[in-house]
């Protein structure tokens, strides 16, 4: 069985430290899509590149979570995330 990734003690712990750092100036989102079996990571903050520095982070926790689930070993980066910066 997959636990729920809302127990995820690694993501939530990244979550919290991310959450921390940006204080004011962001914010986290994580939630499961509605039409699609995957997890929304969300990073909003006043620097863009921090925010997809943060996002990577969590979508890296996500996707090493998964990976220990399925007992398939897990290092680094998975993929560059796909971002719409507009400005």
Known sequence: DTPDWKSNAALQTQQAQITADLGERGRVLIRASGTEPLLRVMVEADDAQLAARYAQELADAVLC??????????????YGLKHGLDG
Not at 65 to 77: H, T
């Open 65 to 78: 979570s998964a990976y220990y689930y399925q007992k398939v070993s897990c290092s680094g980066r998975f």
